[in-house]
């Protein structure tokens, strides 16, 4: 399937690294409101850390990591009484603060005060999976009420850029084309949109787990299920299904893995266009002209662009001759300007698209990650993959898997 619709070649690799990375990832509790399938994070009352202890862990990315957007995830971060002062703290550091919340206890008067803090974006967890109070039963579509709200509000509020992702089930996967297309009726309060694959593990996986060299039983742990479920979904299976309702939808640019280089872990589309028609998507020079440009004079890769500049797409037309995702978006927006004078007046934004492939086990029990992960949090002073901090946290060490001989995939 990847070879179907990918050519790795006419893809930007985002030149991301461990120590030079465009996010990093600042978990200040591990408490929340919501209970969501499939969560890597366990749900601890009294896990919120100090406010020396978040400037610490800051301290250390500034240290070892060369990073433009910090992640303020959990848990929720909202329910930090601190808060309104660690995004403070991360502004105070030259990074932009980004909050991973799930929106619940987020009000007007806090977001203004956020504002006032410094915070520059929000990216809200919103799918059907959640349990969320007044909104059981609802499918991802019918949530699209509740994802407005939340981009009118920070619309009203203004420059916050909005962000949403949504974890990808089996059962859901065949929403997301549909999500995409309400993304574009609100292209102009709506930055990005990002899904993410389902993982856990679960029983029929033919592996043994170790820590260190000791063995462990895995089917208690944070992230494990007791249930048969499909946690292979990749990135590809949701871009195939987003091209069978819209076959020009392209990827410009990814990141692969670590055990798999030709897999997608981060796969990233740039559309520009208005809530009416998308001109077009951006190839790979014009994701690799933002981020080296951007990197030669802020020393750092571009996380998140601020709404006054994902405003300027119209603009970005005059580069045409340096993509060839902006020539063709170019040429559709003369074509349109030709049928209708009045385009010329209206504004194009740009909007991405995110699909996030998370950790797969293979069959000689390596482990494939993201290969530049942009998703890296701090334990004991140490950069760690945030999406798996409950093995350190239990066992000191990451888990290493063995293939049972008895078994096969």
Known sequence: MQELLIDQKNLYRLPWTLPDNAISWLEPTSLCNLSCDGCYRENEKNSHKSLDVVKKELDVFVKLRITDGVSIAGGDPLLHPDIIEIVREVAKRNMKPIINTNGLALTKELLLELKKAG????????????????????????????????????????????SFNATVYEDTLKYVPELVEWAQKHIDIVQVMVFIAYRQIVPQMPMDWYAGGKKVEMNHFWYSTEQERKVDILSTDVLARVKEKFPEFNP????????????????????????????????????EMVQTQYHFWQGKYLAYA????????????????????????????????????????????????????????????????????????????????????????????????????????
């Open 119 to 162: 915070v520059f974006g929000f990216t809200f967890h919103i799918d059907s999976k959640q349990n969320r109070p007044q909104w059981k039963d609802k499918n991802e579509l019918e949530l699209n009420e509740l994802r407005l709200k939340y981009a009118q509000m920070l619309a009203e509020a203004g420059n916050i850029s909005c």
């Open 252 to 287: 410009c640019a990814y990141l692969n893995g670590t055990e798999k280089p030709d897999s997608y872990k981060w796969l990233l589309s740039i559309r520009i266009g208005n809530k009416h028609s998308i001109m077009g998507y951006m190839g790979n020079k014009f994701i």
């Open 306 to 409: 601020a709404p006054g500049f994902t405003k300027l797409g119209k603009s970005s037309l005059l580069l045409w001759p340096l993509d060839k995702g902006l020539r063709k978006a170019a040429g559709r927006f003369l074509k349109s300007v030709f049928i209708n004078p009045l385009n010329l007046f209206r504004r194009l934004h740009f909007q991405s698209i995110m699909m996030i492939q998370p950790v797969d086990f293979m069959e000689d029990g390596g482990q494939n990650m993201c290969d530049g992960c942009p998703d890296i949090t701090v334990w004991e002073d140490k950069l760690v993959w945030s999406c798996r901090l409950e093995e350190p946290k239990k066992f000191g060490c990451f888990v290493r898997t063995v293939p049972r001989k008895d078994q096969a995939f």
